[in-house]
């Protein structure tokens, strides 16, 4: 099974830092930020006001024109994922239904789709009218919301808050008959669904595979649920570049974002045969589950996060030493990056100062479901090019973390590297990357 | 996969809470006596809505299945439908729960979850009045601050934290000590059955010996069964309940929205015999496709529904002419019955009338991500038991629908091969193959 591992040939991100993958990987290499005050609604109630935004674009065009009126049932989510997904494509020479119809270079049936995706809130504006309808002095009444309301709600209404919508979509436009699957575990999303796609080709199931997440947390209501979980930093609203500060002893919370990031997965075979460009092999999958009462937050031995770690650096067969790079989940929530330090460097052991650690999200924002896979993408970009950009707002690292965080860009070939990624509710996942050059 | 090392992956244990029943047996003892859990909606005044009525899980109480209610007292109903669900199951499985040491012979790290599972509801009293004081209808604007101090004032951290659809995984955990491969996917209608047979995969790859598989949803909440009476979706017979769930019906007009949760325990044979534990059925094989059709519909010539079938008996190297019984998806909705018969015919070519197929939606009512796992476990007992579960209310056939669904009562049948097949909105297929289990 092993030997058909896939191999990554194509990268897609639709992050903070910009409308590809390549803004994304320069961006981090010049440590730019892209955390902001919130635009997307007048974020003046809130604890939190910050947030990581993509830039504007209008998603009638980046889909084929024979399906354009389908952009209405687009929620954010599904607009960046369906961005990230084009340019995955493209990026791997692929050629779609959506690109060139004539000229299709997939085969649609033996083509997956996996995608991590979150809990999408609806757009509170675009039902608010109908909610002011289900009114009884001053108070929401369901009786008249039942009454006055339904039916002014939009027919479709609820097709674009499903989260299976994201890969539907992506999946209608570049026509994947494959498996198709949506993965729900928050952060660790990303990467359990890149895992999955390539457990998917691992066991010839499918030849090609797009793989990722999606997730546009910047909605009042997602926001608010981060800003009630204390997750989300209220300390720096008038500093947002300095906000997010994974494994900082000023780190007061985590700032979270939009994004979406895919990757095209393929068996060595395929690569080979079509001469495709490869980023990287995917040698290990390591899923586990960290357990706490108070499962807003990791356990603070990083058992789960160590168990994941273990299980990718087993099936990869190599030793932690072996490691030259690894992107953590680093959110910038203290207790959270302490004791995902602690999980790493249980594994680590003695080879703990020789390893560079690079967190992303003092940049590029905790974009949730797609967070796991944009850290993929940043491996992917560092294998290729040799470098791991130096980690921004890290200077004074916690007094919990031993690791190796990067201080200054290093120039070096990047054998194996390795991401990881948690969520809330306990998921762990990790991932192996191999440069096959 | 080398298939000659390809490793036989068993059901050792099953578990349920629905509308049916607290437990496996009271659900098929009611199924087998034809009665259905369908009544007036009890959860949300819904006596204004297009549909009034639902198919509710009565008298449930978590509190029962655990020491320790705290651990889960602010979850959504379905996070606490699947505690009930998997301390069925793991009891049957000769499973530990709970404990800090456990001696049932499973390494925690090599036991994991897949969750076919679905959000949990918001928090109404105060997302609706968030928006009732937010909005100014004339300016036609919404004023974030006096949003944010309902929300800020009324919101609570559980409660919301609560409905992230990993959160069911989350309590499965925390309950069974699980620390394999832990996750959960949210594909609609379609979510449990592609959890198991994605969980089949996962063991037959060696990633774990045992896995806790299956579904936990509930969408019976102001929002969810609007969007659902939007798309017309729902039945909305609201002066017959009872008799609302018609599939393959002339006069059938949409789903009941059910709710609940099903668990069975998937596990290496190796493991089962190495610890004792009692074999169920065997899991044969498994098959997932897209429709990469319309956001809305079907596929019209049912392709992607017959690549997933197709890929399931390969999967399991059989014929469609070795299938006893297909557990349909069978909805009540026009589309879904028209056009999972047409892939029937098309699957099953001149065996397609002598396989008889049923839908336990008719007595069950749909629990939407936890369908596929609850009609699994009507699969396992059927073999067990060698009984076909009906499709009831089958009183005026649809005239074009014409395979033998059992209509309205139970048949007693040899049953050894049996297809379960899920579909859900947005295109996904996926189709397990389940045996007797034989040395």
């Known amino acids: 099974m092993t030997e058909r591992m896939p191999v990554i040939t194509g990268l897609g991100a639709i ?11 320069s961006g981090l290499c010049q440590g730019r930020c892209g955390i902001g005050r919130i635009t997307a609604f007048d974020p003046v109630g809130f604890t939190c006001q910050i947030a990581g935004q993509a830039p504007e674009f209008n998603i009638r065009d980046h889909v084929p024109k024979a399906i354009r009126k389908t952009t209405k049932l687009m929620s954010r989510d599904i607009e960046l994922a369906v961005l990230a997904a084009n340019e995955a494509f493209k990026d791997a020479g692929l050629k779609t239904k959506a690109f060139d119809e004539q000229n299709i270079t997939i085969n649609p049936q033996r083509t997956a789709i996996i995608l991590g995706a979150g809990l999408i809130s609806c757009d509170l504006i675009e039902i608010a009218p109908a909610v002011a309808k289900g009114v009884t002095d001053g108070k929401f009444d369901i009786r008249q919301w039942g009454l006055h309301s339904i039916e002014q709600i939009t027919p479709l209404w609820l097709l674009k808050y499903l989260p299976n919508m994201l890969a539907c979509h992506v999946g209608i436009i570049h026509d994947i008959q494959g498996p198709s699957n949506t993965i729900t575990c928050a952060e660790a999303a990303g990467q359990l669904a890149i895992g999955e796609a390539a457990l998917i080709i691992a066991r010839g199931d499918a030849d090609v595979a797009i793989a990722g997440g999606g997730e546009a947390k910047v909605n009042p209501i997602v926001h608010l649920r981060q800003c009630l979980l204390k997750r989300a930093t209220a300390d720096y609203n008038d500093n947002p570049e300095i906000a997010c500060r994974p494994f900082d002893s000023d780190a007061k919370g985590s700032v979270f974002g939009e994004a979406a990031a ?14 495709a460009n490869v980023y990287a092999q995917i040698i290990g999958i390591g899923q586990s589950c960290s357990i706490n009462a108070k499962y807003e937050s990791l356990e603070p031995d990083g058992k789960g996060v160590q168990f994941a770690i273990e299980a990718a650096l087993e099936q990869a067969k190599i030793k932690p030493c072996n490691l030259d790079l690894i992107i953590p989940h680093g959110t910038g929530v203290f ?26 999200k003092s940049m590029v924002s905790n974009s949730g479901a797609a967070a796991g896979a944009v850290d993929v993408i940043a491996g992917c970009c560092a294998i290729k090019d040799g470098i791991i950009p130096a980690a921004k707002n890290c200077g004074n690292i916690n007094k919990h973390c031993k690791l190796n965080i990067v201080k200054e860009q ?6 194996y590297a390795l991401c990881t990624s948690y969520t809330y509710g306990g998921q762990t996942a990790a991932v192996v990357l191999k440069n096959n050059e | 996969m080398n298939e000659k090392t390809k490793k036989r992956i068993v059901i050792t244990g099953i578990g349920i809470v629905c509308p049916l029943g607290n437990d496996v047996k009271t659900m098929w003892d009611n199924i087998l006596n034809c009665r259905n859990g369908m009544a007036a909606t009890t959860i949300f005044d819904a006596s204004t809505y297009p549909t009034k009525f639902c198919a509710e899980v009565k008298n449930f109480d978590v509190t029962k299945c655990t020491k320790n209610p705290e651990l889960h007292k602010n979850g959504n109903r379905h996070s606490k439908f699947v505690i009930g669900a998997v301390a069925e199951a793991c ?15 499973i390494d925690r790290r090599r036991m994991g979850i897949y969750l076919g599972a679905g959000e949990g509801s918001v928090d109404n009293e105060n997302f609706f009045n968030a928006i009732v004081q937010g909005w100014d209808d ?25 409905q992230e659809p990993n959160m069911p995984a989350a309590h499965v955990s925390m309950f069974t000590g699980a620390r394999g491969p832990v996750r959960s996917c949210l594909t609609a209608c379609a979510a449990s059955t592609q959890a198991v047979g994605e969980a089949f995969k996962m063991l037959q790859a060696g990633q774990a010996d045992v896995m806790i598989a299956g579904g936990a949803h509930c969408m019976i909440h102001p929002l969810g069964v ?52 009692g074999v169920l059925a065997e899991v044969l094989g498994y098959g997932s496709s897209s429709d990469a059709f319309r956001v809305t519909d079907m596929h019209e010539e049912a392709r992607g529904a017959v690549q997933a079938m197709e890929a399931a008996l390969k999967d399991a190297k059989l014929s ?21 018969t047409l892939a029937l015919k098309k699957v099953f070519k001149e065996e397609a009338k002598n396989t008889p197929v049923s839908s336990i939606k008719s007595m069950m009512g749909h629990l939407i991500g936890a369908a596929g796992a609850a009609e699994i476990i009507s699969c396992i007992l059927a073999i067990r038991d060698g009984i076909l579960p009906p499709t009831m209310n089958l009183n005026d056939p649809d005239p074009s629908l014409d395979l033998d669904y059992v209509p309205n009562k139970p048949r007693k049948a040899d049953i050894d091969v049996v297809m379960k097949e899920s579909f859900g909105f947005g295109g996904q297929n996926n189709v397990v193959i389940i045996r007797k289990y034989k040395n």
């Open chain 1, 15 to 25: 992050t903070p830092l910009g409308l590809s993958y390549k803004d994304l990987w």
């Open chain 1, 262 to 275: 895919c990757v095209i997965l393929e068996t060595p075979e395929n690569a080979k045969s079509r001469g």
């Open chain 1, 335 to 360: 207790d959270d990056d302490a004791a995902e330090a602690r999980g790493i460097q249980t594994v680590l052991g003695s080879c703990l100062d020789r390893i560079p650690v690079f967190p992303t």
């Open chain 1, 410 to 415: 290093i120039k070096k070939k990047i054998n």
């Open chain 2, 91 to 105: 009891k049957q499985a000769k499973i530990e729960v709970e404990t800090e040491i456990p001696k049932d012979g």
């Open chain 2, 138 to 162: 004339a300016k036609a604007q919404m004023n974030w601050q006096k949003w944010a101090d309902v929300a800020f004032g009324g919101m609570q951290p559980y409660r919301e934290l609560e």
């Open chain 2, 226 to 277: 609007m969007g659902f009476n939007r798309l017309t979706a729902l039945s909305t017979r609201n002066d017959s309940p009872a008799t609302a769930s018609r599939p393959f019906t002339a006069s059938r007009d949409g789903f009941v929205i059910g709710e609940g949760a099903a668990i069975v325990i998937l596990e290496t044979l190796e493991s089962a015999k190495k610890r004792g534990a």
């Open chain 2, 320 to 340: 469609y002419k070795d299938i006893d019984y297909v557990s349909t998806h069978g909805t009540s909705t026009s589309e879904n019955d028209s056009i999972e």
